[in-house]
């Protein structure tokens, strides 16, 4: 079981961590970081907080893209980020469409499910970031904290509502979250 003071935040990867794309990110070609977000994973990494990655690929069911590709896409990022000092402790996905209607797809809680069963953690004590209402609903479902970035289809949704959005915290973008939680750099 893990200790009650260990420290855990689960990042959507599309939207949050890099640029989304209404074609899909298909290839390492494609996955381009947000500006100043993977410096805020790094910030996270060195104020010692596990990083994960839960993210929705239904690229991969929709036959867009392979498991291949998208270990490709991963493996870009993580080399980036170990340029900044910063580390992903683990990447959790889902490959299905919606019409599969498994329960690892956001907003079904499964792949939350899966990082607390795996590490042994109380999920009410972490903290989710993510860019729509399907990140927001699958961190409630589990009693993790929700946190909204306005990156991606973040800013679209805080405007036309759709969710109950009372107690999320919501910032600009994944570095904002890292000021707010971490305090401002100086």
């Known amino acids: 079981m893990a200790s009650d003071s260990e420290k855990i935040i689960i990042l959507d990867r599309d939207g949050v961590i890099n640029e989304d794309s209404p074609e899909f990110v298909r290839s390492s070609q494609d996955w381009k970081p947000i500006p100043g977000s993977l410096e805020a994973i790094a910030r996270f990494c060195h104020a010692g907080y596990r990083v994960l990655v839960a993210t929705n690929q239904s690229g991969i069911g929709r036959g867009l893209f392979d498991f291949d590709d998208l270990a490709a896409m991963h493996d870009k990022m993580r080399r980036l980020l170990g340029e900044l000092g ?101």
Request: hydrophobic residues 40%.
């Open 86 to 186: 910063g580390r992903i402790d683990g990447v959790f996905f889902c490959p299905h469409t919606p019409e599969d209607h498994c329960q690892c797809r956001k907003p079904e809680p499964g792949l939350f499910l899966d990082i607390g069963q795996r590490l042994g953690v109380d999920l009410s004590q972490v903290l989710a970031v993510g860019d729509s209402g399907r990140d927001i609903l699958a961190a409630r479902a589990v009693g993790a904290r929700p946190i909204l970035v306005r990156t991606g289809s973040g800013a679209e949704l805080e405007q036309e509502g759709g969710i109950d959005l009372s107690g999320v915290l919501i910032c600009d973008n994944l570095a904002a979250v890292a000021d707010e939680l971490l305090g401002h750099r100086v």
